[in-house]
């Protein structure tokens, strides 16, 4: 506390310290400006008091006069704060758009990254392992009838390629969804929850269209992972039963709702206005030109809904 205190007079003169020269030289003005008058007004209020006359017209014309002065520097200082608050809101904004513009260009990069290391696994890790399992089959077929112990370890071989595969697919999978490039959102995002559900005990109601809708691969894979960590939310920290999904058309729109009817949250605690992943999902969506709805209460359960042009837009400038 004692720091804080005897670090303020030197955090305020920092901030004296941005100002341009011509802004100094204002509020010195504006100083100088008010010194006189009060002198001035002083001399006046003494020289009533005694009822003697104003020592000097002189001084009556200074005084008037710094008033004036007084009152030009003021108009002269209000109009610099507000053309420097006008600056520096634009300032804010430009930056605010840039930042938001470098935001989406990392996630892009980010995703391509994640397919083209998927596709090197499914392809090159994945021949790899299919041809150790078929030397493998080779193998035990030659030792048909051999030792049971060089059997058992062949099996248990076996067994270990088999759960590697497994945790290739899992790994491919969560990289890029296969689905989700050969059959669209719809069909890669029913596939997930009702894989996802079912491990974690939840009954799902899914509401999907028919048809894939043609929607920009960015807008795709974002929705995607917004579920994903929707969802993941949801088996962590919702302690639900149900859970809905829709995903709906609307025009050149798309809309997507996440519910279920857990224990909630409040909207207006801090841990939640910080956290990395909501923020993640509204950023996602914004910097597409959607819009990202985030809804609850405590005992009430907890909604996404989320509506974006189906063809990726600028995020607007704010």
Known sequence: MVSDVAELP?????RLRLLSWPFRLLLCAALAACLGALALGELAVRSAVSNEDFPNPVLAELSLLALSLLAIVLLVLLTRLAIDKVTMEKTIASRSAELVELWSHLQDNTEREKADLAR???DELGGLLTAARMDLSWLQSAAAGQDPTVLARLQQLADELTEAMDVKRRVVENLRPALLDHFGLPTAMQNYFEEMCQ???????ATLPDDSPEISDELSIALFRVGQESLTNIVRHARARHVHLELGVDGDFLTLVIADDGVGINLETNALQLS?????????IESLGGTFDLRGGRGT??????RSPRQRSKAPAS
């Open 120 to 122: 090197n696994l499914h």
């Open 301 to 306: 359960g907890t909604s996404i809904r989320i």
């Open 10 to 14: 030197q955090s305020r003169m920092a």
């Open 276 to 284: 990395h992943g909501i923020r993640g999902m509204r950023h996602r």
């Open 199 to 205: 491990k974690a005990g939840l009954i799902l109601t």
